[in-house]
């Protein structure tokens, strides 16, 4: 497919919206007001709109391999800062999705090149829950396992922000919550890290974590 067969797409998209919405783009451009952030994994199997069946400008997305929040991508950090701060959003997202290309190289030690740096994230987690990933010995089980840690592990990352820490310090009405995506069926499903406070963070995270280590391992979503 040639990029003209792509702005054909956009016209003919465009037109269909234009149909069903005569003003939509009109009101559109003068403003988004989206109540959710969406970080999410770069995949193109994964995106946020039409996962949760939302127009353009009702959700505002950031994305990267794996989706990752660390405290030295100031990318991501500037995205959550606007996010939370000018467009003062009321949830953020953060997903992850089964059989994640970057959690699976991470997790067989693959070189990549580059994004090996980035993945090192990744490989501290394993370190981290190395007992109890030893326990699984199916390897899509144990993947899969990770891929729900990882979304745990970053929503405590995302959390123990001092960006958040200052919303919720304002008293502003701001809720994280982990999702982990199945590929297969093409459903989103909650990981029990739902987090609305800073008093809650180590609450919040123990509770997923004990609600993820105590389901059958065989049994994903």
Not at 134 to 147: P, S, W, Y
Not at 176 to 199: E, F, P
Request: glycine letters at 6%; one cysteine or more; proline letters at 2%.
């Amino acid at each position: 497919m040639s990029l003209e067969d792509l702005l054909q797409n956009n016209a003919k998209w465009s037109e269909e919206i234009r149909a069903s919405d005569p003003e939509f783009f009109e009101i559109l451009a003068r403003q988004q007001a989206p109540e959710y952030l969406w970080i999410g994994c770069a995949d193109s199997r994964v995106p946020a709109n039409e996962i949760v069946g939302l127009k353009p400008g009702e959700i505002f997305v950031h994305r990267n391999v794996a989706n990752l929040v660390l405290q030295t991508d100031f990318n991501c950090l500037s995205v959550v800062q606007y996010a939370v701060d000018v467009l003062h959003v009321k949830h953020i997202i953060l997903t992850g999705h089964y059989g994640c290309g970057g959690v699976k190289a991470a997790l067989q030690k693959s070189e990549l090149g580059l994004i090996d740096n980035w993945l090192y994230a990744i490989r501290m987690i394993i370190e981290k829950h190395r007992d109890f990933l030893d326990t699984i010995k199916d390897e899509t089980a144990k993947l899969d396992v990770l891929c729900e840690l990882n979304v745990i592990e970053q929503v405590h990352q995302l959390c123990s922000n001092s960006l958040l820490k200052s919303a919720w310090q304002r008293g502003q009405n701001l809720k994280v919550h982990g999702c982990v995506y199945g590929l297969n069926q093409g459903i989103l499903h909650d990981l029990k890290a739902t987090t609305s406070s800073h008093q809650e963070i180590e609450t919040s995270y123990q509770s997923a974590l004990k609600f993820l280590k105590e389901r059958d391992p065989s049994h994903r979503f």
